[in-house]
């Protein structure tokens, strides 16, 4: 069983950056994707972006594409996700997530870090 | 790709059937020929559980009261016997095609 363990919460001022942190113990880190979601209060998820660490390139969702960078250290089996520009709207639990399933399954999400409470307020 | 859940809310008497619909804005059948719709349970305070996969894959500890059915477009996660446990946001979620994308979610609750 893979245990993913983000950093903890933390409040931003508009306009600024956070980097959320999500480490993995178990299983194999390189070979599989891992997820970012996110969910504001009260609302549904959405899907920011994923990466394959073996393939180190990562998709993102338009609507984050010039906002989020996210990167896999396989050295220390460790996943980054940094938003920029940091907005009210941006207020929101953000979740890593890790396939395991073969092949293309390997993209659906099948373990989920704790998720990091990201509360951007001047 | 939009994905459409119906009904938002669903009042379930314990021991009784659910459904939740899925449609989808355009096929999820992948070039490799699979179809790469989830669903996923959360519950209040916690991550998403991924239950099905693949439409009607249930992943491994999943009880068999849960399956799902459907293809192309339109999908269903059916609750055979609804369970106290088993209240919460359900949501779909396809991985055919980037960007992902996940379904709004239909909260399931007990009457």
């Known amino acids: 069983q893979v245990q993913l363990v983000q950093s903890g919460a933390e409040v931003k001022k508009p306009g600024s950056s956070v980097r959320v942190s999500c480490k993995a113990s178990g299983g194999t880190f390189s070979s599989n994707a891992i997820i970012w979601v996110r969910q504001a209060p009260g609302q549904g998820l959405e899907w920011m972006a994923g990466i394959i660490p073996i393939f180190g390139s990562a998709n993102y969702a338009q609507k984050f594409q010039d906002r989020v960078t996210i990167i896999a250290d396989e050295s220390t089996s460790t996943a980054y996700m940094e938003l920029t520009g940091l907005r009210s709207e941006d207020t929101a639990i953000y979740y890593c997530?890790?396939?395991?399933?073969?092949?293309?399954?390997?993209?659906?999400?099948?373990?989920w870090g704790q998720g990091t409470l990201i509360i951007v307020s001047s | 790709i939009v994905l459409t859940q119906t009904p938002l809310s669903s009042p379930v008497t314990l021991g009784q059937p659910a459904s939740i619909s899925c449609r989808s804005s355009?096929?999820?059948?992948?070039?490799?020929?699979?179809?790469?719709l989830s669903w996923f349970h959360q519950r209040p305070g916690q991550p998403p559980r991924l239950l099905i996969y693949k439409i009607s894959n249930r992943l491994s500890g999943v009880p068999d009261r849960f399956s799902g059915s459907g293809a192309g477009t339109d999908f269903t996660l059916k609750i055979s016997r609804v369970e106290a446990e088993d209240v919460g946001v359900y949501y779909c979620?396809?991985?055919?095609?980037?960007?992902?994308?996940f379904g709004g979610g239909t909260k399931v609750e007990i009457k």
């Open positions: 997530a890790r396939g395991v399933l073969p092949g293309w399954s390997g993209y659906d999400p099948a373990d």
């Open positions: 355009q096929s999820l059948v992948h070039s490799d020929g699979n179809t790469y």
């Open positions: 979620m396809q991985i055919t095609q980037f960007p992902l994308t």
